[in-house]
């Protein structure tokens, strides 16, 4: 079974440039969550959703973070414009095979996108 | 809020030595509780899982007891070997959307 893949897997821009990420969760996962890794941190949920519905945006930067999931399945993150803050390592995650059963639900994760902003 | 602490590293032992990390909590109820791991060059990846009190996970060796009396997960293994070397996240699970709340993660390195 494929696994999360996510690209690129490396970007480096400056600042007030536009970046955009891809995801492609497991095949029939309909939950898919974006994390944001500052280095040294743990990560951290940016949104979620469920099929193509946002369940969870509470910590997206609206004013610069965008994100969709069109159909339900591939999504992308934008960020728009930069700034150095946003230098990280962006993952994206999928669970449940049908919708969502449960806490415990096991993510998988992708290798990562690793955003440098100058 | 809702938080993991997680003991700091890096913490350095001898093949075959005895690991503990230390991982408590704060939330509300009773969440699911995770250890992920990151190899070097990898992405994360789920190392075990417990879902209520008192419940064990364990894979590879590692094992984590949810206590809910003491709000901590903390993962153990009884002799690391060198492939262990990784860094470890302890995360917690809400019961209402399902997103990870994530410690801060203790990088673990194994010397022959």
């Known amino acids: 079974e494929a696994g999360v893949a996510q690209s690129p897997r490396y970007k480096i821009i400056e600042k007030r440039q536009s970046v955009a990420f891809w995801c492609n969760p497991i095949s029939g996962h309909a939950t898919l969550y974006w994390y944001q890794q500052i280095l040294g941190q743990g990560p951290k949920l940016l949104i979620q959703?469920?099929?193509?519905?946002?369940?969870?945006d509470s910590q997206l930067p609206k004013d610069r973070f965008s994100a969709e999931r069109l159909k339900g399945v591939d999504s992308t993150l934008k960020i728009q414009p930069a700034k150095l803050e946003d230098s990280a390592v962006y993952l994206c995650?999928?669970?449940?095979?049908?919708?969502?059963?449960?806490?415990?639900?096991?993510?998988?994760f992708g290798p990562g996108t690793r955003l440098t902003v100058l | 809020g809702d938080s993991v602490t997680q003991m700091e590293g890096p913490v350095t032992l001898s093949e075959e030595a005895f690991l503990t990390i230390n991982c408590t909590y704060t939330?509300?109820?009773?969440?699911?509780l995770f250890w992920y791991v990151q190899y070097p060059g990898e992405g994360l990846q789920l190392l075990l899982k417990?879902?209520?009190?008192?419940d064990k996970g364990s894979n590879k060796g590692f094992e984590a007891t949810y206590r809910k009396e003491t709000t901590s997960f903390h993962l153990e293994k009884g002799s690391v070997q060198v492939s262990d070397s990784a860094v470890y996240f302890c995360a917690h699970c809400d019961n209402q959307g399902g997103k990870l709340i994530f410690g801060q993660g203790t990088e673990l390195s194994v010397k022959p």
């Open positions: 959703f469920q099929n193509n519905g946002v369940v969870d």
């Open positions: 995650a999928s669970s449940s095979p049908q919708t969502y059963t449960g806490p415990a639900d096991t993510q998988y």
């Open positions: 417990a879902t209520k009190a008192d």
């Open positions: 939330a509300t109820g009773y969440p699911s």
